[in-house]
């Protein structure tokens, strides 16, 4: 099973600044890679797939990079309905899927 | 509108059963590969179980194989999840999640609000 691992567990950053999320998988998962966000009492949305393809109707200030066991989701210019919790997801050797432990970004 | 309504959650006895719906709409369903995914209090989400479009795939998490069923009704619409042996671990909030294509079960691109699950004496 691959083991997915966010870094940090919780992320201050102001108002308009950039947050950059880190993703490491335990053994290579190539680009396939998810980013979900999930704000309180909300299911998890999906806002990047296979890496960097952003999903339909998400703004650009959303970006992932990285491939093989590093990744990166960066939001710019932070706004308050980006404040959440953001996990990543490989779906390249399955079953299982597997899920990181989630990355909460909050307002400094 | 694209949406996914899950039902059938509620509290029930260790070593109880349940059966979970999730009901579809605004899409085609017999196009689409599903999923169920449960997020434990303050804990991430977790796979649980995913079938192909015709029914034909089949796959579980280990910690549920063998005392949970997936199955779908494409006429109907709907996806189901048949609980049996429950456990206090598999206490959660289930979601419904679309796979994005026929074939592909994740990303999911379409989530449910989901149901909740308590096992507890």
């Known amino acids: 099973e691959i083991v997915m691992t966010q870094s940090p567990a919780t992320l201050s950053v102001s108002l308009g600044e950039r947050a950059s999320l880190s993703c490491r998988a335990s053994q290579s998962v190539s680009t396939n890679l998810a980013w979900y966000q999930q704000k309180p009492g909300q299911a998890p949305r999906l806002l990047i797939y296979d890496t960097s393809t952003r999903a339909t109707g998400i703004s650009a200030r959303f970006s992932g990079s990285g491939s093989g066991t590093e990744f990166t989701l960066t939001i710019s210019s932070l706004q308050p309905e980006d404040f959440a919790v953001y996990y990543c997801?490989?779906?390249?050797?399955?079953?299982?899927?597997?899920f990181g432990q989630g990355t909460k970004l909050e307002i400094k | 509108e694209v949406q996914l309504v899950e039902s059938g959650g509620g509290l029930v006895q260790p070593g109880g059963s349940l059966r979970l719906s999730c009901a579809a709409s605004g899409f085609t369903f017999s196009s689409y590969t599903m999923n169920w995914v449960r997020q434990a209090p303050g804990k991430g989400p977790e796979w649980v179980s995913c079938i192909s479009s015709n029914s034909g795939f089949i796959y579980y998490a280990d910690s549920v194989k063998g005392r949970f069923t997936i199955s779908r009704d494409n006429a109907r619409q709907s996806l189901y999840l048949q609980m049996n042996s429950l456990r206090a671990e598999d206490t959660a909030v289930y979601y419904c999640?679309?796979?994005?294509?026929?074939?592909?079960?994740?990303?999911?691109?379409?989530w449910g609000q989901g149901t909740t699950v308590t096992v507890s004496s």
């Open positions: 999640v679309r796979g994005v294509s026929i074939t592909i079960f994740f990303p999911g691109d379409v």
């Open positions: 997801q490989q779906y390249n050797d399955w079953p299982p899927f597997t």
